[in-house]
């Protein structure tokens, strides 16, 4: 078997890449996510195998968004683009010149234009079929680049990687190649949205591991934190979900960031159900002093939500935690733990950024929400809008 603790990091980026090409089937188009998302006041419609969400926003505003929406589900066997089957949108994706093999496909295309443009035709008009006529599409496109701000601890690591990189098919950057790809979507009449609702960046873990090879891929004062909030007696243990959000709303208010109500909160727990989506803990002397919900879904944990106190920092029980959590989402059966989100560019969340990338892993950035514009005036007071309450 092979040591999976002694690969290069260029190795490791090739590997979670195709764990994670066989993950774009999120929970974010889960039937249980259009459940929860319908008792909070959005209208599920279903298109092909997926949905979209639509609601009004300020009363007179109709907007829709596609929660990584388009991507054909796994399937034993390819279909081709039918009146009833949609483009395989996600097989090109995936087959980008960072992740094909030689000789696979066309090294000079990032992106398909006839392939986008059959796909934005499909999807439209099925969109019209079902009388969903929004001013705004808004799509949250599945597409990720290896980021390159991932730390690489080795000198050797770094001049190998760079090696590989150069002789591999295109010597294109993750960040050109992002470029590329921007001016290919904008060029069929996509427009970038002046937002995106999921974070563009991730850090993922690949758990296929044992215990002593995550923790070595570990920063050092990461493994250091854990093993110091053992020794100030931190305990691990499953909490409700009323006490997890007691904490959350918490950290919340206190550091300016809007939370989730908490029957949306327990929606989320009741409809994935306790199998699923779990509430974790962390206590000092009978205390609660940090506390977590992970959701588990086809072969992947997610870190949705978290929250914790002074006593909870002071402690290290946020490195506790988090490293129970992979563990217990191991025990499982789940093969990658995302961190879901994090903002290497904004000052305002470098703390919880720095905290994420202390446990490894690879760091990932998508495309981001892109606008399919239905209506032209609607569209334009939707970015008005949008540029009112961001102030």
């Avoid at 949609?86 to 234009?113: F, V």
């Avoid at 590329?180 to 563009?200: A, N, T």
Wanted: proline share 3%; charged share 25%.
């Amino acid at each position: 078997m092979e040591n999976l603790c002694v690969r290069t990091h260029s190795q490791r980026v090739m590997s979670l890449r195709e764990l994670y090409s066989n993950r774009l089937n999120s929970f974010l188009q889960s039937d249980e996510w259009a459940h929860v998302k319908e008792r909070h006041g959005w209208r599920v419609v279903r298109v092909a195998e997926g949905f979209l969400l639509t609601r009004r926003l300020a009363g007179i505003l109709s907007f829709s968004y596609a929660p990584y929406f388009g991507v054909h589900k796994n399937s034993p066997e390819k279909k081709e683009a039918t009146q009833e089957n949609p483009p395989i949108l996600s097989e090109h994706l995936i087959n980008t010149p960072q992740t094909r093999k030689q000789g696979e496909g066309d090294p000079e295309e990032p992106i398909s234009e006839r392939l986008i443009q059959e796909f934005h035709r499909f999807y439209i008009d099925r969109l019209k079929s079902k009388k969903v006529r929004s001013g705004v599409l808004r799509w949250d496109l599945p597409y990720y680049f290896h980021y390159q701000d991932t730390d690489v601890s080795e000198k050797s690591e770094k001049k190998e990687a760079l090696q590989i990189e150069q002789n591999s098919v295109r010597k294109t950057s993750p960040e050109t190649m992002s470029e590329i790809c921007e001016r290919d979507l904008r060029c069929i009449g996509l427009i970038k949205s002046p937002g995106d609702v999921q974070m563009r960046h991730t850090l993922v873990m690949e758990l296929m591991q044992s215990e002593e090879e995550l923790l070595s891929q570990m920063k050092p004062k990461c493994r250091y934190n854990i093993r110091l909030a053992q020794k100030r007696g931190v305990q691990i243990d499953v909490c409700s979900v009323e006490d997890f959000y007691t904490l959350h709303q918490q950290t919340g208010i206190e550091r300016g960031i809007s939370v989730r109500s908490l029957s949306y909160m327990r929606d989320i727990c009741a409809l994935f159900g306790k199998d699923s989506c779990f509430c974790l803990g962390a206590y000092v002397n009978k205390r609660l002093v940090a506390s977590i919900m992970v959701l588990q879904y086809k072969g992947s944990a997610t870190y949705l939500f978290g929250g914790s106190n002074h006593e909870g920092q002071q402690t290290m029980a946020n490195y506790a935690i988090q490293w129970e959590a992979i563990r217990h989402s191991k025990s499982q059966g789940a093969d990658l733990y995302d961190f879901f989100g994090l903002h290497p560019h904004k000052q305002r969340y470098a703390g919880i950024t720095r905290f994420k990338k202390m446990f490894g892993g690879i760091l990932l950035e998508r495309m981001g929400c892109w606008d399919i514009v239905q209506r032209p005036l609607s569209a334009y007071m939707m970015r008005l809008y949008e540029k009112i309450r961001r102030r």
